[in-house]
């Protein structure tokens, strides 16, 4: 998903959207441990995904925290 788009959810919504992207990097785990998985550009890109939805989490709760002071 685009950084564009993950920047309008809200903080709800990327929790949701990082649990589903830490279910799929398990699943590519489980197929690269079966000898299923032979397209390793996935890894990168469900690894790349998950940073950037915890950085916009991160950013989110301390401009929230920032607000009640």
């Not at 903080?11 to 000898?35: H, I, P, W």
């Not at 397209?39 to 950013?59: C, D, N, P, S, Y």
């Amino acid at each position: 998903m685009e950084l564009k788009e993950l920047r309008t959810q809200s903080a709800q919504d990327l929790a949701e959207q990082l649990v589903e992207l830490r279910r799929e990097q398990f699943n590519l785990r489980m197929q690269k441990g079966s000898g299923q998985q032979k397209q390793t550009h996935h890894f990168k890109r469900v690894k790349r995904e998950i940073a950037q939805v915890k950085m916009l989490i991160g950013e989110k709760t301390s401009s929230a925290a920032k607000g009640e002071k």
